[in-house]
């Protein structure tokens, strides 16, 4: 079974930047490389939404919002997917979530931006 942890959410003003992690258990790092891993977010009242994906051969699709300003990385051997957040908007404020393969989900991450 995999199990997603991520971390790294918390109390940013506008223009700051976080970045969060997201490590998976329960898999080998081999199969961990082929899949894709993604990076959802949900704000009060809204759908969730995708932000980043990276898929195992590195294509990288962002959501149209974030374009510019957020950065998804992976890291195999870690079986850790990252998204560096810069330029952060009071707009960006919601829970985070990291999604391995289109099917396993952690339980996700705060992040406000507020002055």
């Known amino acids: 079974q995999v199990q997603l942890v991520e971390s790294g959410g918390g109390l940013v003003q506008p223009g700051g930047s976080l970045r969060l992690s997201c490590a998976a258990s329960?898999?080998?790092?081999?199969?961990?490389?082929?899949?894709?891993m993604g990076w959802y977010r949900q704000a009060p009242g809204k759908q969730r939404e995708l932000v980043a994906d990276?898929?195992?051969?590195?294509?990288?699709n962002y959501g149209d919002s974030v374009k510019g300003r957020f950065t998804i990385s992976r890291d195999n051997a870690k079986k850790t997917v990252y998204l560096q957040m810069n330029t952060l908007k009071l707009d960006d404020t919601a829970v985070y979530y990291c999604?391995?393969?289109?099917?396993?989900w952690g339980q996700g991450t705060q992040v406000t931006v507020s002055s």
């Open positions: 999604n391995s393969g289109g099917v396993h």
């Open positions: 329960g898999i080998t790092s081999s199969i961990y490389a082929m899949l894709r």
């Open positions: 990276i898929r195992g051969g590195g294509r990288i």
